[in-house]
């Protein structure tokens, strides 16, 4: 099992940053890919961002692109999400998940592939 618990969220103003940071625990060792997620009241989850463990390559969804940076740091075993330019319309619970599949970066983004999901992490940004 892997246990993965998000902090760093809040309430910023339209054009601020934030850090969201997730730590990882339990059987780590047989993650692949670990991914941010985001859902907004009365609407489905929908991909952020996604980073594989092993070589660091990254996937994005469009509308963060340039904005977001997902990051790893291996002694730590925490993923990071990196948020500039925060816009009203990136509110909502973000949340961290992992996997142990060989994910190639086009599937990064499917939310099905994901084993564990972290409790979530409110972010607000006001205009």
């Known amino acids: 099992q892997v246990q993965l618990v998000e902090s760093g969220g809040g309430l910023v103003q339209a054009g601020g940053s934030l850090r969201l940071s997730c730590a990882a625990s339990g059987r780590t060792a047989s993650d692949n890919v670990m991914g941010w997620f985001r859902q907004a009241p009365g609407k489905e989850r929908e991909f952020v961002g996604a980073i594989r463990r092993s070589g660091g390559a990254t996937s994005y969804a469009d509308s963060v692109k340039g904005r977001f940076t997902v990051s790893f740091d291996t002694a730590k075993n925490i993923v990071y999400l990196q948020m500039n330019s925060l816009k009203p319309e990136d509110t909502a619970t973000y949340y961290c998940?992992?996997?142990?599949?060989?994910?190639?970066?086009?599937?990064?983004?499917?939310?099905?592939?994901?084993?564990?999901w972290g409790e979530g992490t409110q972010v607000t940004v006001s205009s």
């Open positions: 998940a992992a996997t142990s599949r060989r994910l190639i970066i086009t599937t990064m983004q499917l939310l099905r592939f994901y084993d564990y």
